[in-house]
């Protein structure tokens, strides 16, 4: 068995509109699914995707309304890293979120920045074999497109203490870095020494990793993580895919995924994300629901009319 890279990122925000306004508008990502959050319907649950809503790329935010700033910590993560073609794409982006108004650091051939709430992102020029995961926007060129997630860095300050863990899930170290690589796809872990002060979960901050597991083999990765001293979650059924949950040693919590059945199970490919998808377990509180999360614009959808 196989970890196949990253399956997607789950952080907070306390704004919605701006969120959707920045990771669609500005930096060309596809909302592949409007939903809320399965422990707590009175919230949004949104998920960013490329076109064909692939694991690989699907960064999502839970919306807590007018939730204060978060501090990544010692066992959070802080930075997700993204993949990008070649040089040219990295002056693209430093171009483009300028004129965005968004502050950027570049050394070489990495350019770093955050998002309006300080969730930090760097763009990378990686040398991969993956296929790169790619959303459609008019005024960003495919070449330059965001190609998926590369790595996420996390604050850690015994990172020798999930060794054991990570080694029985497959993960292989070199470099320090930890690296899960399934035989289509393969992220990175870094762990860093932690930023002074304690970290506190709030907007701007990353909540989970997960991870791609094929299907048939999620029963066998939870029994791996007892195995290598985890304690996993039973296995929950979030509708697009399946989930467990765990804290790896060192804090983060990770999740393990399933590829299927997909953002499409419940409305086409060609429109999702553009009505507010609630799984069937909820769907008796669908009005509710409604009356409480506030009306969003996507700006895809708004370019259209």
């Not at 074999?129 to 070449?143: G, K």
Request: glycine residues 10%; hydrophobic residues 35%; proline residues 7%.
């Amino acid at each position: 068995m196989k970890l196949d890279g990253i399956h997607h990122i789950t952080a907070i925000t306390a704004d919605a509109q701006r969120n959707v306004d920045f990771y669609v508008g500005v930096l060309g990502l596809r909302l592949v699914k409007k939903s809320v959050n399965q422990d707590d319907p009175t919230v949004y649950h949104l998920f960013y995707g490329d076109e064909d809503a692939h694991p690989g790329l699907d960064l999502t935010f839970f919306e807590y309304p007018g939730a204060a700033p978060g501090r990544a910590g010692d066992g959070m993560i802080h930075r997700v890293v993204w993949r990008v073609a070649g040089p040219a794409a990295i002056d693209f982006w430093a171009d483009r979120l300028a004129n965005a108004g968004i502050e950027t650091q570049r050394n070489g051939d990495n350019l770093l920045f955050a998002d309006p709430e300080g969730l930090d992102h760097e763009l990378l020029v990686a040398d991969v074999s993956d296929a790169p995961l790619i959303a459609e926007h008019p005024e960003i060129p495919s070449e330059h497109a965001l190609q998926g997630f590369h790595a996420v860095r996390a604050f850690s300050s015994q990172p020798d203490a999930s060794e054991r863990l990570l080694e029985t899930l497959g993960f292989t170290s070199a470099e320090g870095r930890w690296e899960a690589r399934g035989d289509n796809r393969g992220s990175l872990l870094f762990y860093d020494e932690p930023a002074a002060g304690r970290g506190i979960q709030g907007a701007g901050t990353v909540h989970h990793v997960a991870w791609t597991s094929d299907d048939e083999d999620h029963e066998a990765w939870r029994e791996r993580v007892e195995q290598g001293g985890g304690h996993p979650t039973p296995v929950i059924d979030r509708h697009y895919f399946r989930s467990i949950y765990f804290r790896e040693p060192s804090g983060v919590l990770f999740e393990i995924a399933t590829r299927s059945p997909g953002f499409t199970v419940d409305e086409p490919l060609e429109h999702l994300g553009e009505k507010l998808s609630i799984p069937p377990f909820l769907e008796g509180r669908r009005t509710e629901i409604e009356a409480t999360v506030r009306p969003l614009e996507n700006p895809r959808v708004a370019a259209r009319s």
